[in-house]
């Protein structure tokens, strides 16, 4: 299939769901495509490492990883959530954090596609339509991503005080 760098079509339809990818038409999202490398992961490998260098992002085709943190005052890995096909990762470092802000294994057998923040900005630099509209996504499921965080800690404090 031209411009899907071999993608199938299975795949195809899988990243339209993405929620930062729902706002651009099949044209647009071809040349996101075209940047992307298909990625593969065996169960308990590792795909980011928190701390390390990184400036691409992930989106899960197929499978599921565990997103850990290290609690400071424990030295111990924190579980921090689990994502699954349909889902997205280190599109923090595409808005120039490049310190990976936590650890991604996968789970299961994972397949994935990489997109490199550099070529992706140059894409949208020649392509500004595309770039807003990703951007814009992307700020939207940051800000929920927030919003839940938000309502959990709240919840916890609360559950904290009531059985105090």
């Known amino acids: 299939m031209p411009g899907t760098g071999g993608l199938s079509v299975n795949t195809i339809q899988k990243i339209k ?3 930062i990818f729902e706002d651009l038409k099949d044209d647009e999202l071809d040349q996101i495509y075209a940047l992307a490398q298909r990625r593969n992961f065996m169960a308990g490998e590792t795909i980011v490492f928190e701390g390390d260098e990184g400036d691409s992002c ?7 990883v565990e997103v850990t943190k290290m609690d ?11 994502l699954a096909s349909g889902s997205y990762f280190g599109e923090m ?3 120039g954090l490049y310190t990976r802000t936590a650890t991604v294994t996968a789970l299961e057998a994972t397949e994935a596609l990489e997109i490199e923040g550099k ?3 140059d894409l949208f630099y020649d392509h500004p339509k595309i770039g807003m509209a990703f ?3 992307m700020a939207l499921g940051l800000v929920k991503r927030l919003r839940d965080t938000t309502d959990e800690v709240s919840y916890l404090k609360a559950s904290m005080q009531a059985s105090a």
């Open 17 to 19: 769901k993405i929620y």
């Open 58 to 64: 992930f989106l899960l085709i197929h499978g599921s």
């Open 72 to 82: 400071e005052e424990s030295g111990e890995e924190e579980k921090i959530g689990r």
């Open 93 to 95: 470092a595409l808005l």
């Open 119 to 121: 070529p992706l900005h």
């Open 135 to 137: 951007y814009r996504a």
